[in-house]
């Protein structure tokens, strides 16, 4: 049997990522009390439920002494033999949460007469750090869209196979920021810059003009295998210590080419090698408006 337990800030998609994996077949519980997480799935295995893949949802609502045990609770349960658990954390940035309440209105649930909207959502932090610190891969909402955050978790999350591990390749431009939900960064920005090159400043690290462009570079293809190098060598090892997810960033000054070029370079060579590799350009994708997460 297959477990994840999902968990993240108020505000963050955890509603969307519940309602994506129910979508594939998983049998999904919202805000269960984590002490009582065992004998959940001690029921469910003694009565031969059906549902072979379950998510639970455990979040601030949970007495804080229940989430100061969660790392107990998870630690008894990856050692049951027949259960494949793993723990996701979705989070975003204080600003980007603040908007989310802003625009909808709605009600955090930590704050009361004493305690201010941004007060709740750092004091909702601390209470979950438990978990976070604990979290197989975590994933930085803040310019996802809805769309974009169910894709994602129904490719890494319940497109990933028991015993699998999910590689995702992530761009992104320094400029505006590392992502928070990377494992590795590579710094791409020594790399010659189509930026400068009139023609070239319109398009992406996508479009055949630019790849033609990078693609005759030495340095390109040397850092390309440097990298491709460096995960080929370390990969097994995270594999052998039961890691289920890795991410890794490319980062150049603006996210729009070099490291869109380097990370689909990585992802089509991993491809041919691994079932579950990803990639995500970051600054390529539209921001979320509003609130679309949870």
């Excluded at 963050?12 to 990522?17: E, N």
């Excluded at 959502?121 to 310019?143: G, Q, V, Y």
């Excluded at 955050?149 to 497109?159: N, P, Q, S, T």
């Excluded at 579950?276 to 609130?291: D, I, K, T, Y």
Aim: hydrophobic share 40%; glycine share 6%.
């Amino acid at each position: 049997m297959r477990l994840v337990v999902l968990s993240g800030r108020s505000g963050s998609g955890k509603s969307t990522a519940l309602q994506a994996l129910e979508d594939v077949g998983f049998y999904c519980i919202d805000n269960l009390p984590a002490l009582l997480l065992p004998e959940l799935i001690r029921l469910m295995l003694a009565e031969e439920y059906p549902a072979q893949s379950i998510a639970v949802s455990i979040d601030a609502r949970n007495l804080p002494s229940n989430l100061k045990q969660f790392p107990a609770v998870m630690q008894q349960l990856r050692q049951h033999p027949e259960l494949n658990s793993e723990t996701l954390f979705l989070d975003a940035g204080e600003s980007t949460l603040l908007r989310r309440y802003n625009a909808t209105r709605r009600r955090h649930p930590l704050t009361d007469q004493n305690q201010s909207l941004q007060q709740a959502i750092r004091t909702e932090r601390e209470l979950l750090e438990p978990i976070a610190n604990l979290a197989d891969l975590r994933i930085d909402t803040t310019r996802l869209s809805l769309y974009e955050l169910r894709d994602e978790i129904k490719l890494r999350v319940a497109g990933r196979s028991e015993q699998t591990l999910s590689l995702q390749f992530e761009s992104f431009g320094f400029k505006h920021g590392v992502p928070l939900d990377v494992d590795f960064t590579f710094d791409v920005r020594s790399l010659p810059n189509p930026y400068w090159v009139p023609e070239l400043r319109g398009f992406t690290g996508r479009d055949p003009a630019v790849v033609d462009f990078l693609s005759r570079a030495d340095d390109v293809s040397e850092m390309v295998q440097d990298i491709r190098e460096f995960v080929d060598k370390w990969l097994p090892r995270f594999q052998a210590n039961n890691r289920s997810y890795i991410t890794i960033g490319i980062g150049c000054t603006g996210g729009q080419h070099r490291s869109v070029y380097v990370a689909e370079q990585l992802a089509g060579y991993f491809r041919a090698h691994m079932d579950n590799v990803q990639v995500l350009h970051r600054e390529l994708s539209q921001p979320a408006a509003g609130h679309p997460h949870d």
